[in-house]
């Protein structure tokens, strides 16, 4: 009897992981949690984990800046006078973060306990949008959102956030930059289908090519040594750049309104999230060798993701709203109370 038991059980486990394994076939993420978080009528931004952590800091605007534990699936605290957050840059190498606010202020604060160091006024035409760490210079620069005729870059000292200097370039918007480590900056102008590349030291240009689109996210890639970037507007679409003659030598579409990006070292996949509500998974064949896998549907304004460098998983948020035409016939946005949510997808 006993040796039947174990029979039968072993036969039960093997069956339901084959069952398990049948139903992910085919299946490029599914949802694995979610978490409702207390909120108000408040927009979001960007959303980043700090390395080495659990910990995924979510910026919420009038809800302020959100610390979430994804391991735990709950949140953690909201940091005090984070009001107007946008675009954390999390430096655990100096213990410091730093927080982009819709009212032009940069918000340093404390990785450890989490408190306010300090709220730096910077700008004062409007929001700064987000931030990038140079390794090269131990600088961080911040950049601000769209503008009417320039942008500009504040440059501080990454260890202690003393502002070192500022810098105009004649672009309406400049979005988030992408680093080598090794002295180049390569900065996407939107609205004006450039990439920048930039001496990391001066911020001078050393040269500038065409994008395809209106670039809006670029990332480098180590391994390949190239940069990965994807495109807003009509014309939505992924590339890639050979940063040695700025030649773009791979493109493919993706879902409109991208707003994260995420690569995926391990399984070797590009992956882009877009306000329309799905994410177009890209499979890495080479350096500049690229297939559609599929697009997986997540939920509407789930456009910002990131994922998570330990196990590939993808991290969205989102909230529920009504819309309605106001007196003049524009659109008006509500978002609803205590709906704001966080899904977790799980690589398969």
Same mark, same amino acid.
């Given at each position: 009897?006993?040796?039947?038991?174990?029979?039968?059980?072993?036969?039960?486990?093997?069956?339901?992981?084959? !069952?398990?394994?049948?139903?992910?076939?085919?299946?490029?993420?599914?949802?694995?949690?979610?978490?409702?978080?207390?909120?108000?009528?408040?927009?979001?931004?960007?959303?980043?984990?700090?390395?080495?952590?659990?910990?995924?800091?979510?910026?919420?605007?009038?809800?302020?800046?959100?610390?979430?534990?994804?391991?735990?699936?709950?949140?953690?605290?909201?940091?005090?006078?984070?009001?107007?957050?946008?675009?954390?840059?999390?430096?655990?190498?100096?213990?410091?973060?730093? *927080?982009?606010?819709?009212?032009?202020?940069?918000?340093?604060?404390?990785?450890?306990?989490?408190?306010?160091?300090?709220?730096?006024?910077?700008?004062?035409?409007?929001?700064?949008?987000?931030?990038?760490?140079?390794?090269?210079?131990?600088?961080?620069?911040?950049?601000?959102?769209?503008?009417?005729?320039?942008?500009?870059?504040?440059?501080?000292?990454?260890?202690?956030?003393?502002?070192?200097?500022?810098?105009?370039?004649?672009?309406?918007?400049?979005?988030?930059?992408?680093?080598?480590?090794?002295?180049?900056?390569?900065?996407? !102008?939107?609205?004006?289908?450039?990439?920048?590349?930039?001496?990391?030291?001066?911020?001078?240009?050393?040269?500038?090519?065409?994008?395809?689109?209106?670039?809006?996210?670029?990332?480098?890639?180590?391994?390949?040594?190239?940069?990965?970037?994807?495109?807003?507007?009509?014309?939505?679409?992924?590339?890639?750049?050979?940063?040695?003659?700025?030649?773009?030598?791979?493109?493919?579409?993706?879902?409109?309104?991208?707003?994260?990006?995420?690569?995926?070292?391990?399984?070797?996949?590009?992956?882009?999230?877009?306000?329309?509500?799905? *994410?177009?998974?890209?499979?890495?064949?080479?350096?500049?060798?690229?297939?559609?896998?599929?697009?997986?549907?997540?939920?509407?304004?789930?456009?910002?993701?990131?994922?998570?460098?330990?196990?590939?998983?993808?991290?969205?948020?989102?909230?529920?709203?009504?819309?309605?035409?106001?007196?003049?016939?524009?659109?008006?946005?509500?978002?609803?109370?205590?709906?704001?949510?966080?899904?977790?997808?799980?690589?398969?």
């Amino acid at each position: 009897m006993r040796l039947r038991s174990l029979v039968l059980a072993g036969a039960v486990a093997f069956g339901a992981t084959a !069952a398990a394994q049948a139903g992910d076939a085919g299946l490029l993420y599914k949802l694995e949690a979610t978490a409702t978080l207390p909120s108000t009528d408040s927009g979001w931004d960007y959303i980043k984990m700090q390395p080495g952590t659990s910990r995924l800091f979510l910026a919420r605007d009038v809800d302020g800046l959100t610390v979430f534990d994804v391991d735990q699936n709950k949140a953690l605290s909201t940091v005090e006078n984070s009001k107007g957050a946008n675009g954390p840059l999390l430096l655990p190498q100096y213990n410091r973060g730093y *927080i982009a606010n819709t009212d032009g202020s940069l918000l340093s604060i404390d990785l450890q306990t989490l408190k306010p160091i300090e709220r730096l006024a910077l700008d004062k035409d409007g929001g700064l949008n987000s931030g990038v760490h140079d390794p090269a210079t131990k600088q961080v620069h911040f950049i601000t959102g769209t503008r009417k005729e320039q942008s500009t870059w504040y440059t501080l000292d990454a260890a202690t956030g003393k502002l070192l200097k500022t810098t105009s370039f004649p672009f309406r918007k400049m979005d988030d930059p992408a680093v080598d480590g090794a002295g180049n900056i390569y900065a996407p !102008a939107r609205k004006d289908n450039l990439i920048l590349k930039l001496d990391s030291k001066t911020l001078k240009e050393s040269a500038r090519w065409q994008a395809p689109c209106n670039v809006s996210k670029t990332r480098w890639q180590a391994s390949t040594k190239r940069i990965i970037a994807a495109c807003v507007g009509e014309n939505p679409q992924f590339f890639v750049v050979d940063p040695s003659n700025g030649k773009v030598t791979a493109t493919l579409p993706i879902g409109k309104s991208i707003d994260g990006i995420g690569i995926d070292e391990k399984r070797k996949r590009i992956v882009t999230s877009s306000n329309d509500g799905f *994410i177009t998974v890209i499979q890495q064949k080479g350096a500049d060798q690229y297939e559609l896998l599929g697009r997986v549907t997540t939920r509407p304004e789930a456009r910002m993701s990131y994922m998570d460098e330990r196990n590939g998983n993808l991290y969205f948020v989102t909230a529920d709203s009504t819309t309605t035409p106001d007196a003049n016939g524009k659109e008006k946005q509500v978002y609803h109370p205590n709906s704001f949510v966080v899904l977790t997808y799980k690589a398969l």
